[in-house]
C-alpha cells in the first residue's frame, strides 16, 4: 500500500540536504551525468520535421531548448535578487522538515564565477515551534550566520554547519539548480521532457516544462515554470511518485531583479555591536609537492582512440588539465588555454585535456564541437587524477621532458592562472634545454641500450 505523504508545500530548486536521500543520489548523479544534446526524429532519422508523441524515454525539442535556454541565462547572470517561499522544505514531513521559510536572497558571483549568496529569512525549524530568524552568508567551503540569542557571528566549515538545527532552513535554500556549476543539469538529463502549458507566477508569466521519468503516474520529475521574460525559473516542483512514496514539494520566486549592482561587501555578514566572533576557518587544500616528484605511468585514449603514455610523451614538455564537462571554471578556461597552446606550438609543448568524472564520451564530443576546441581530450582520467592527488577541477599538471611534475596549478582565474601555468612551462623548457647542453655524466648518462641507470638493458625507465 502506497503511504502518502502528500506535503503541497512551494519548493525546490533544491531539498534540505539528508532530508531524502534520493534526491541526494538524483544530485549526486547531476554531478557526474551529461546532457544528451543529440536526440533522432521518429524512425532514428535525425533530419525529420515531425514531432513524435513525448511518452517514456522521449525528450520534446522545444522543452530541451527551453531549459538550454533558461540554463544560459543562469550562466551568464552576474547577480540575482528575489524573495523566496517554503511552506516545507524536504520531503520526510513532521519534524524533519523546516515550515513556513520566508527569506531574501541576494547572490553575487565571485571571482571563479561561484555563487556567494546572502540568505536572510524567518522559518519553524520544527514542528510547531516559533519562529525562528536566520542571517546567512555562504560562500562555497563556508558560512558565516548571525546567533542572536548567543550575541556571537559564526563562521564555520560548510560540512560542519550544515549539520546545526538552527541553519536547517537555509540548507533547503541553498538552490544547486541555480548555484551550481551545472545548472538545470539533473532536468536536462531526464528521459522526458515536455512544455504543459503556460502560466503566471507572482504575476510573471512563464512556460511550464516537466523533466523527469515520466509525465505522470509513478516516477520522480521536476515541475519547472520557467520565466518568459528573463528565463530564469521563478517555481520549480519536486515530484516523487513511487511506491513507497507520493510527494510534491516546492520552492517558489518572486520580486526577482537580475543584474543589478551588488558587491560582495554588501552581502558579507557584519558583526553587529557588543556581538562575539568564533571563526573556524575551513581546512585549505593540502599542498602538492611537485618538483621533482615523477609523473606515475599512464595509458589514456583520446575519442579517436589513439593513445597518449607517460612514455610517448618523454622528451617533450606537456600541459595536462583535468577538467569535467559539469565544472564552468573549467570550460571558462578554455579559450585562455587554447591561446597558451597556441603560443607554445611550435616550442614543441604538448597540450591536453583530460576528462575526468564523465558518464560517457558523447557529452564530451559535443561540447568539444560546440566550442572548437582544439586541445586533444583525454578520456576517463579519474586513476590519474587520484594518483596526482588532484583535489579540484580545473587543476593543470605541467610535467617536464625528463617526466617529472614541474607545477600543477589549480582552480582558474582569469588573467592569472595561464600566467602560472606559462612560467610553469618556461621553467620546464629551460630545465630541459640545460640538461640536453650538459656534458654526459654517470648521472645523466645512459647505457648503449637507451635505458637510464639503474633499469635493465633493453628496458626503458618509463613505459
Not at 546545526?164 to 556549476?181: A, E, V, Y
Not at 536536462?188 to 515520466?214: F, R
Amino acid at each position: 500500500m502506497k503511504s502518502l505523504l502528500h506535503v503541497s508545500a512551494v519548493l525546490s530548486l533544491a531539498l534540505v540536504s539528508g532530508t531524502c536521500l534520493a534526491q541526494e543520489h538524483n544530485d549526486q548523479q547531476a554531478d557526474r551525468g551529461k546532457i544528451d544534446a543529440r536526440l533522432p526524429g521518429p524512425g532514428g532519422n535525425p533530419g525529420t520535421n515531425a514531432k513524435p508523441e513525448v511518452g517514456a524515454g522521449m525528450q520534446d525539442a522545444d522543452a530541451k531548448a527551453l531549459l538550454e535556454k533558461s540554463r544560459d541565462a543562469i550562466m551568464k547572470a552576474k547577480t540575482l535578487q528575489f524573495d523566496v517561499t517554503a511552506p516545507q522544505i524536504g520531503l520526510m514531513g513532521g519534524d524533519r522538515s523546516p515550515k513556513n521559510v520566508k527569506a531574501n536572497m541576494r547572490l553575487v558571483r565571485n571571482d571563479t564565477g561561484q555563487w556567494l549568496m546572502r540568505m536572510t529569512g524567518t522559518g519553524m525549524v520544527a514542528k510547531e515551534t516559533a519562529p525562528t530568524e536566520f542571517d546567512v552568508f555562504w560562500e562555497r567551503q563556508a558560512i558565516t550566520w548571525i546567533d542572536n540569542q548567543a550575541k556571537t557571528v559564526y563562521t564555520r566549515p560548510f560540512g560542519q554547519a550544515r549539520q546545526l538545527k538552527s541553519l536547517q532552513m537555509i540548507n533547503g535554500l541553498r538552490m544547486p539548480n541555480i548555484t551550481g556549476d551545472r545548472p538545470l543539469g539533473e532536468e536536462l538529463s531526464q528521459s522526458v521532457l515536455k512544455i504543459v502549458g503556460t502560466e503566471d507566477v507572482g504575476g510573471v508569466p512563464c512556460d511550464v516544462v516537466i523533466a523527469g521519468t515520466s509525465l505522470e503516474g509513478q516516477g520522480n520529475r521536476k515541475k519547472i515554470w520557467i520565466a518568459k521574460s528573463d528565463s530564469i525559473p521563478r517555481r520549480i516542483d519536486n515530484i516523487i511518485d513511487s511506491k513507497l512514496i507520493t510527494a510534491t514539494v516546492t520552492l517558489e520566486l518572486t520580486n526577482l531583479k537580475l543584474d543589478e549592482s551588488i558587491s560582495r561587501e554588501t552581502i558579507e555578514v557584519k558583526t553587529p555591536e557588543g556581538y562575539a566572533v568564533d571563526k573556524t576557518e575551513p581546512v585549505a587544500p593540502k599542498p602538492v609537492q611537485l618538483t621533482k616528484m615523477s609523473v606515475p605511468e599512464f595509458d589514456l585514449t583520446q575519442p579517436d582512440g589513439t593513445k597518449v603514455s607517460k612514455a610517448s610523451l618523454a622528451g617533450s614538455v606537456a600541459v595536462v588539465q583535468f577538467w569535467g564537462t559539469w565544472s564552468n571554471p573549467s570550460k571558462r578556461s578554455h579559450p585562455e588555454l587554447m591561446q597558451l597552446a597556441e603560443q607554445y606550438k611550435d616550442k614543441g609543448v604538448k597540450f591536453f585535456l583530460a576528462s575526468v568524472r564523465e558518464k560517457d564520451a558523447e557529452g564530451i564530443a559535443a561540447y568539444v564541437k560546440e566550442n572548437n576546441i582544439t586541445i586533444p581530450v583525454l578520456l576517463e582520467a579519474d586513476t590519474l587524477a587520484e594518483k596526482i592527488d588532484v583535489q579540484s577541477v580545473p587543476t593543470v599538471l605541467v610535467m617536464g621532458a625528463d617526466g617529472a611534475n614541474v607545477k600543477m596549478v589549480m582552480n582558474y582565474l582569469k588573467d592569472q592562472t595561464n600566467k602560472e601555468i606559462g612560467e610553469a612551462i618556461e621553467s620546464a623548457l629551460k630545465e630541459a634545454a640545460e640538461k640536453k647542453a650538459a656534458p654526459a655524466t654517470p648521472e645523466n648518462k645512459t647505457d648503449a641500450s637507451g635505458a637510464a641507470p639503474g633499469t635493465a638493458p633493453g628496458k626503458p625507465a618509463d613505459k
